[in-house]
């Protein structure tokens, strides 16, 4: 068979994230805006290079003001880093559907080594004939490793907004 290579279907795809805020409640958001690929051998998924950009001013927390922050100096810096990528290094199979993936996360101009977890679901025809597999991701970073460092303390001691980001994506391809 040969290589395979497939592309996010992004009406069928979010990229997410959480983080605390106040160190009690979780604020979500999203990346509006992206794109993936994956190319393997046999549609075998443990042979996978996945490659995935997200452009940061389409970054979205159902807040403009708080979005626009998010765009600016204290965190992205969207006009000089208006990209952050992902590339897979290896992905390792765990148990049957579940893979570990390991990869290079680039926020602004820090790449660091990544592992994220991902439930796989296998070759899927749809009604129109085109096969495609579905990804559930999920993984934690410290945002202050990418520079991300921005806070305000509290009144009552802690942090405005926590360190640890949640990342969330459900994903679905399309064999090309």
Do not use: C
């Amino acid at each position: 068979m040969g290589k395979s290579t497939w592309a996010i279907d992004p009406t069928h795809s979010e990229i997410g994230f959480k983080v605390k805020h106040m160190m009690f409640t979780n604020v979500s958001g999203k990346f509006n805006q992206f794109e993936a690929n994956i190319e393997n051998d046999d549609d075998a998924f443990e042979t996978s290079k996945i490659s995935f950009g997200a452009d940061v001013n389409s970054i979205d927390t159902g807040n403009t003001d708080r979005d626009n922050h998010l765009r600016g100096a204290d965190f992205f810096d969207a006009d000089k880093f208006p990209k952050l990528t992902f590339k897979s290094t290896s992905v390792k199979k765990v148990n049957e559907g579940e893979f570990q993936i390991n990869g290079d996360l680039t926020i602004k101009d820090v790449t660091k080594n990544i592992t994220l977890d991902a439930e796989y679901s296998g070759l899927m025809k749809d009604p129109w004939g085109n096969t495609k597999i579905g990804l559930s991701i999920n993984g934690k970073i410290n945002r202050k490793d990418f520079g991300l460092s921005w806070n305000a303390a509290l009144e009552t001691g802690g942090v405005l907004v926590g360190e640890e980001i949640k990342l969330t994506a459900e994903a679905q391809f399309a064999k090309q």
